[in-house]
């Protein structure tokens, strides 16, 4: 019927108007074709990339709730220790966190602010590990010496054994790190170190300990810098699941270099609070501690930290 309608009234125009121009039906139902083919082909490949798109995002979508299952399993399998102030936190952990120093020198008339303290981001990709890098950190002083960046910092955790607090509250683990020269001393070290650790972490009852006991291994310039026996250990007390006041012991021996057959000690009083939740899975805990010297040999007197944690 508009086709008929169109034709008739185009001839009516004709014949009213000699100078009009005749469409035939036939041409002009091709036109209408072409246009109908035309917005159907433009449809089904709009439709096509959509799906396409959404395909994509549910992929990424997917990926990402399997990477934070993954999260989730490795944080079920283990006790929840709170970080402490120095030492190693002993259980895998998946945050950032950002620490500051500031310490006094042997002198006793200048410090030394230490900016990110070898602390960065901690990604469980695994069940039964942890991988960390840390970005160099940044040394001003106010004595004579240069400010600058340090060492670029790396470790990679495993989980050996680990229980939950209501299955034997303990964990048990091996760790490698290590320091690449990113920094000219005295802010760096100048040589790559690699660092074997031994980790072991009980709670009994509101109580956790978590120790580790590693060796620094330089793999260059060792008849200068020496190697280094580090033990770490951490003793913490747990108030409502969010207040954590804790005593850490701090020890470090040299073996050759110019420090061969030197002993330091530090004690660090800390507390750390939270942790406390922002936004979805995000959270934040905060802490400091005072780490004072108590061997005659120091490399500087006291240090006071304080530690902020996102924990995702």
């Known amino acids: 019927m508009l ?15 000699p ?33 396409d798109q959404r395909t994509n995002d549910n992929t990424q979508h997917g990926w990402g709730n399997t990477w934070l299952r993954t999260v989730d399993k490795a944080r079920a399998s283990q006790p929840h220790f709170t970080a402490p102030i120095v030492t ?4 895998l952990v998946q945050q950032y966190r950002y620490d500051m120093s500031w310490q006094q020198d042997n002198s006793g008339d200048t410090v030394t602010a230490n900016y990110g303290a070898s602390r960065g981001l901690e990604i469980i990709p695994t069940t039964r590990l942890e991988v960390g890098i840390s970005p160099p950190n940044y040394l001003v002083h106010e004595s004579s010496q240069p400010n600058g960046i ?13 229980a939950t607090e209501h299955k034997g509250d303990y964990f048990v683990g091996f760790f490698l790190g290590g320091t690449f020269p990113t920094g000219d001393p005295p ?7 690699l660092t074997p650790t031994f980790a072991l972490g009980k709670g009994i009852g509101s109580w956790d300990i978590q120790s580790t006991i590693g060796g620094t291994l330089p793999l260059s310039g060792a008849s200068t810098l020496g190697r280094t026996i580090v033990f770490n250990t951490a003793l913490d007390y747990r108030i409502k699941g969010i207040i954590w ?14 420090l061969d057959g030197k002993k330091s000690v530090f004690l660090t009083p800390g507390l750390i609070v939270g942790s ?3 936004v979805g899975r995000l959270r934040f805990a905060v802490g400091g501690g ?23």
């Open 150 to 162: 340090g060492d670029l910092a790396w470790q990679v955790k495993f989980r050996a054994f680990s």
């Open 276 to 278: 406390f939740p922002l």
């Open 88 to 91: 190693s936190h002993v259980v």
């Open 290 to 312: 005072f780490q004072t010297a108590v061997t005659s040999y120091h490399p500087y007197n006291h240090r006071w930290i304080l530690s902020c944690r996102f924990p995702f």
């Open 187 to 193: 802010n760096g070290i100048g040589h790559t170190t």
């Open 19 to 51: 100078r009009a121009t005749i469409i035939p039906t036939k041409s002009y139902s091709v036109f209408q074709d072409a246009v109908l083919s035309k917005i159907l082909a433009t449809s089904r490949e709009t439709s096509s990339q959509t799906a």
């Open 3 to 17: 086709i008929l309608s169109a034709g008739a009234t185009a001839e009516a125009q004709t014949q009213n108007n």
């Open 245 to 258: 006041p804790m005593l850490e012991q701090n020890s470090t021996s040299w073996a050759g270099g110019t």
